[in-house]
């Protein structure tokens, strides 16, 4: 595990943005797992600035995304479909038939879970999996006793998600109950792993997840089981790690290791 840390949010996603650069640079054809949220969103920023200021290039990359809610229609503006097209897909060159984002309203779930799955195999696996964590440490929808096994399949979100959530959503009766989401174990077939955190609200989980037992309680904490995951963090979110100095250490020594 690499733990970074960054003075600001911003910093965050130039950071998390040079790793998926450094990706595509070295296999143009990559495979992209994708996440929502306020998190990843100065990510987003910098990789539309790269792709118009730098040309980086998105025409042979493919897309995953890591969940959608239940019952939304693509152009609900709170779907993660919706949400992906405002804040990256429209502003890249990636096509339109290389993405994919789980159906929050198809008629048999279990048969799309099933395809998704296949799909991702068939385009090779995911190469790099950008991920955020849940104040109760979850990634993708892999809400607390999750199977750090799991595949994609349809989760009842957890109160304090859909509480989290409400935020976005006129009020919390309208958050849906049910999400599908790929899976702990899906998300662990990735070869490398990105997870983003920034706030104060988040040191909690990412204490949990990186210091703390692998356990589903802490559905982040089975990375801990990853050969190639890099947290990057804000200050803030990094606050309660009781190795902080140690993960700065290893940093700054990072450009002289043999
Ligand atoms: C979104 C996702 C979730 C979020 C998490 C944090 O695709 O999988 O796990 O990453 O709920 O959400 P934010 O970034 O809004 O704090």
Known sequence: MEVIVNETYEEMGKTAARVVAKTLNAKPNAVLGLATGSTPLSLYQELVRMHKDEGLDFSQVTTFNLDE???????????????????????????????HIPSGTTDNYEAFCNWYERRIVECGGIDLQVLGIGSDGHIAFNEPSSSLGSRTRIKTLAKPTIEDNA?????????????ITMGVGTILEARKILLLANKESKAPAI?????????????????????????????????GLSMLDYYEWIQSKMPDAP
């Open 167 to 179: 935020r976005f959503f006129d009020s919390a009766e309208e958050v849906p109950i049910y999400a």
């Open 207 to 239: 204490t949990a997840a990186i210091e703390g037992p692998v356990t589903s309680l802490c559905t982040a904490s089975a990375l801990q089981l990853h050969p190639d995951t890099m947290f990057i963090l804000d200050r803030a979110a990094a606050s």
């Open 69 to 99: 809610y239940v019952g939304l229609k693509i152009d609900h503006p709170q779907s993660y479909h919706y949400f992906m097209n405002e804040n990256l897909f429209q502003h890249i060159n990636v096509p339109a038939a290389n993405i």
